[in-house]
Nanobody, 118 residues
Framework: QVQLVESGGGVVQPGGSLTLSCSAS???????MGWYRQTPGNQRDLVAT????????YADSVKGRSAISEVSTPNNTVHLRIDDLKIEDTGVYYC????????????WGQGTQVTVSS
């Protein structure tokens, strides 16, 4: 069981920046790490993911103003930076990690709240 611990959430003013961090207890056979956002009454939506091969996917809403890092060692941490924050970026951000292929597994963190407000 992979444990994911997020940090970096909080209250940020519109136009500001923040960096979320997600540390995995292990990265053995993990192929994808990334972030999803959820608002009340809605499903979790993709924000950004990165594969071990370097492929990145971003939601249209954050393209051009966000960046997801490679997994850094030795702490197995991935960072998501979002600039020019908007009110609609508010939500609970969840870290996700996946083992693809046969024996697919998906792991989620507990979530961290991001509130963009003046």
């Amino acid at each position: 069981q992979v444990q994911l611990v997020e940090s970096g959430g909080g209250v940020v003013q519109p136009g500001g920046s923040l960096t979320l961090s997600c540390s995995a207890s292990e990265t053995f056979h993990l192929n994808v790490m990334g972030w999803y956002r959820q608002t009340p009454g809605n499903q979790r939506d993709l924000v950004a993911t990165r594969t071990t091969g370097g492929r990145t996917d971003y939601a249209d809403s954050v393209k051009g103003r966000s960046a997801i890092s490679e997994v850094s060692t030795p702490n197995n941490t991935v960072h998501l930076r979002i600039d020019d924050l908007k009110i609609e970026d508010t939500g609970v951000y969840y870290c996700v990690a996946r083992r693809l292929g046969v024996g697919f597994r998906e792991f989620w963190g507990q979530g961290t709240q991001v509130t963009v407000s003046s």
